[in-house]
Structure formats: structure tokens, C-alpha cells
């Protein structure tokens, strides 16, 4: 009766919406079954996208043709670029976002997307037909056949919401928990495990005092995440604000720690470490007297505030009261509650690269359920599983990101081989290659790629090669060109370089530390007029390009190196157990992850080199 479908994806958070609009855009036919249409794309937390590592990921999810870097860019009411004293490899775009107009924006985008259904439901089952998947069943009994299932159910799988000693079922505040699927899934041998998470109160900025907060600006000439056309650049911005707490807030917060479940030990799941609640970080760090609050607006015309670092699943009693002891917070008044949420998660090294579930065929699961935190975890996840749940029904090639060409690739690859026990968001650290994964390059890592997939569209992929081929002839112009103007620069003495010698080329003189493209022009006048119609964008790219070079050279040698190893394929369903003069741990890990390439196994930890020759060896002998 009704119809039938190429991808269903469970679950309308930020994996669900890049899933579902992927795949349909690649032509599947493609069902989203979720509980609530007026909650598509909730931020749940805080109503920022981006940040460090997580700026980046955006920004690939843009160059791959992805939706969540022009939805923020289309609702954000503030962008700052994190760490730029630092080298760019560390620079990060953040934007505050309207919490409502990112939702509204997602639902339209998908609205407008006629290969997208959807059903607001919930899916309480899958249907099989032995360990192939054919359908869903909702909680109504509808079943809706399909070739495959993207699962995306984020904090919502037997979620438990606690604040003080109250808990009781929610995959989110005022949201229903979602059940069945877990227990049908343990059913059918899935490895099953439960972690947390906690949000802060929202508090009515009416009632702030807001000449005693320090205000915190955006940038004087904010950017945008898209490097598409299809967004502009505020032009107006609204700023959040610093505060912070004191020994009397933290005296009060204490008074509820008998009755906190994070310390009575009704909490079971494991937290984020590097996002705890407050409670958390007055006991980590009891010699420290404050702790800092940005007071962050929810929105354009809203009053609503969210208060970051201040996350608790404290009695809402006590944080009231030492809310109200925050300088400025006097007279706070509370629209909500903080809470800590509970939830069930499925370990990922359940899964391939491609995010597909080892056990059942077509199923993949993306996001939060993958034991991930964070919008952009989930929507870069959510992006490549509806990629790669498309391209498996009409048989086309999986689409799997090397750890050398974004931080997606790195984000999977690690889920898959190291697993997580505690909520994994992105780091740079995490990445080995991050002088090549800068936010700035990844249309040029990655437009090609999303347009060989038919995601990213010709303008997209002709407006980059362009670019490059700017970046290509400002370099090699500037190779070319010598430094004339030097002495009695002002800009040249306020930078302390005024004893630079005279024919100098350009490049070699921008690559001094102080100096940047556009004094290096007002030094070599001819480069202003060679490079009057060029994108700025590449100007600035040959700048880093330049700058980095050794850098860039060396990651680059390192991860070709590499590249022998990743494009060395191992059979699917390799039997590891054969080669005993493996060591019986190798022998053990190696079969339960299942690496698809040499360059995989080498990164399951406890797999040693000795064991990665060992295992060339023996598959050369058996080609
Ligand atoms: P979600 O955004 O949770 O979306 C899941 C969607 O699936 C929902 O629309 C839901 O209705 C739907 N759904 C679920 N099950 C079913 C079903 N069976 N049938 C139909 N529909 C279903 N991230 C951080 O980075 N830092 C934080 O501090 C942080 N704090 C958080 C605090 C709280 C209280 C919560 C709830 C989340 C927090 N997050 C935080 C996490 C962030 O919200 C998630 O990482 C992100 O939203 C995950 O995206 P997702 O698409 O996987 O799932």
C-alpha cells in the first residue's frame, strides 16, 4: 500500500537530515521516519555549530556538498574564528546560530528535496528477512519496505532524563524516549552500551544584568562556512557574554551533591570528560575558585539564553539558587532546567568504513548512536551513510575518506578500529595530518570528491578549480617578482623589517613571519595590478601555502608513504585465525574489527608492525 523505498533513514537530528538528503539527492528514493516533524534538526545542547576541529569538519561536509555549512551559514547570528594566534592549521570557524531558524531552514531544505518522505513516527522495529533487511515498523504497526537503513537515533534509545533525585524516560527534554530497537538489536548479536550527557539551564535574559557581563563581540569581518555562493556574510551580529562563578555558587552547588545522581551513582553511562558538568568540575578542581560562563543567545529575537560551562543535572532547586549568585545573574530568572541525559549507544567497531553494520547488510548507523558527541560528528556521519547506503543500492563504489584527506575520514576510521568507551568528539590532535586538513583547503580536498559522487554541483566544482588555478599563478608569480619598495615603509618599520634588502622575491619576503600578502604588495607594486581580479580566498591560500611549505611538504611525504599501505585491500571475511605466526592478541583483535586494508589493521591498536609484515607476507604469498 505504501511505498516502497531505496534508503529509510530512523531519526531527523543532524546525522538523519545529512543521511537523508545525500542519498536522495543522488536519486533514493528515501523515507525519514521521525517522532516529531517540529523538532527536525534540534540542537539539542548549545545552538552553536563548529569550533576547533569541528569547524573543519563542517567545512568538509560543505566541499562534499553536504547541507550543514550553509543551513548554519543561513541562520547563524554570530561567527568568530577560533585560535587565530596560532597557525592556520588551528584556525576554526564557530557560529552562534537561531536555534529555531536552523531547524526551520533543515525542514525546508528537505521539504524542497522531492525524493525525501517523510513520516513522523516512531520506528519501534526492524523487519528482516533472515540477516537481510526488507522494512520498518512504526509504533502504529506501518511497515514501509526498503533496501536499506540508515539508523540515526542520537540521545533517544531508552534515554533516561535526571535531574537531582527525578528521573524518568526522554530522549530529550519534553521528547519521548525511543524503544524497542535496542533490545531487538541485541537480539540479533549487537554489542549494546550505555553513556551520558548533560545540557545547561536556560535562563530569561530579561532578568540579567547585563552591565555586569563582559560582552564578547564577533569577528569585525566575520566569515561564513559555505564556500559555495548560495550565503553571504553578516553584516550585523549579536554578542554573547563572559561571567563567572565564585566560591558562594560553587558552596551552593555542593549542597546538592547528596542528591546528585552523578555522584550517588544512579548515573551509569560515561560521560564527555572534556565537556563536564559543572558539579563535575568543582570536584575535579577544587583548588580552582571560578570557572568561566559565556551567557549565549538562543536566537535573533529571543530573550532565551544558554548558559555555557554551567551544564548540571543538579535538584532544579539548587541551581536556581547559585545560578543566582553569578555576578549578574542576581535576579535570574529560569525558563529551564540543565539535565543529564542517559542513553544507549552500539559500539562502532560494530561497523566498516562505510559505516555499514557488519552483521546485517544495509543497515548503518550514524551519529550519537555511534557513541559520538557533537552536530558535526553526527552530520558528517550522517552524510557518509547516506552516501554510502545509496551507492550499495545501485552498486557503485563505497565512498571511504583516508585520514589524510579530512578529519571525516579520521573521525571513522578511528570509531571503527579503536571503538570509544566515553562520548568521542573531534580534536585536532586526533588527526596526524593537520597541517593538510585546514579548514581553509577542504573545498580543494574535497569539492572533487563530492562531484565525482554527484553531490557537489559543476558550479561548485569549476568555482574551485579556479581557485586553484589563481593559487597556482599567485605563487608562481610571486616566485617571479622582486621586492622594490622596502625602506621607509611605515607598515615595514612598525613590523621591525625596514633593513630588508632590496630584490628580494616576493615570495621568499612573504614568508617572513611578519609579513603578510598585503604588505608584500604594497612592496612589489606590480602584484597589486597582476592580482586586482583575484579571489581573495586565494590569495590567502597561496599565503599559507607559501608560509608552510616545509610543513605541508613533510605531511605530505609521510601520507603518501602511508598510501601503500591503505590501498594494500585485504579480502572481506579474511580468515586472520590461519596465520598462526600471528600472536593469538593480533590473531583476536584482527578478526573482531575485520580491517579492510593493511593500513587499517595497522591502526587497531595492539597490532604491531611486526604483525602488519607478517600479514603482507602472507597475503602476497596467497595472490
Ligand atoms: P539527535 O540530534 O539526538 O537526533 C535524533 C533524532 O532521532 C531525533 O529527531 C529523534 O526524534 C529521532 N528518533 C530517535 N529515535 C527514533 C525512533 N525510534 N523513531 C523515530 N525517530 C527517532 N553535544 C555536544 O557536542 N556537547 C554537548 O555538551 C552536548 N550536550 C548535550 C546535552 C543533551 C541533553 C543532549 C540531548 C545532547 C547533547 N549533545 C551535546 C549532543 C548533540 O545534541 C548530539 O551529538 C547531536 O544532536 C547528535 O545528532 P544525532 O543526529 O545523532 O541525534
Known sequence: MYPSYDVIVIGGGHAGCEAANAAATLGSKVLLITMNMQTIAQMSCNPAMGGVAKGQIVREIDALGGMSGIITDKTMIQFRMLNRSKGPAMWSPRAQSDRMMFAQEWRDTLEANMNVDIWQEMATELVMDGDKITGVKTSLGVVFNTKSVVLTNGTFLNGL?????????????GEHAAKGLTEQLVALGFEAGRMKTGTPPRVDGRSLNWEKLQEQAGDENPEKFSFSDQTTTLTKQRSCFITYTSNEVHDILKTGFDRSPMFNGRIQGLGPRYCPSIEDKINRFAERDRHQIFVEPEGWNTCEM????????????????????IEGFENAKMFRPGYAIEYDFFPPTQLKPTLETKLIENLYFAGQINGTTG????ASQGLMAGINAHNKVVEAEPFILKRSEAYIGVLIDDLINKGTDEPYR??????EYRILLRQDNADIRLTHLGHQLGLATDERFNAVQKKKEQIETTIETLKETSVKVVNANPHLEASGLQTMSHGLKADKFLKKTKVGMALTMECAPSLKETFAEFDIKALEEAEVLLKYESYIEKEEKI??????????KIPEGFNFREITSLSSESREKLSKVGPLTLGQASRISGVTPADVTILMVYLDKKK
Open 375 to 378: 552536530y558535526e560528528e553526527a
Open 559 to 568: 601520507a603518501e608513504k602511508l598510501t601503500t599501505l591503505e590501498n594494500y
Open 426 to 431: 573531534m580534536f585536532t590532535s586526533r588527526a
Open 306 to 325: 544558554y548558559i555555557n560551562g554551567f551544564s548540571t543535572s543538579l535538584p532544579e532547586d539548587v541551581q536556581y539558587k547559585a545560578l543566582r549568585k
Open 161 to 173: 532524563i535526571h535531574i537531582g533525585e527525578k528521573q524518568f524516560g526522554g530522549g530529550r527534554s
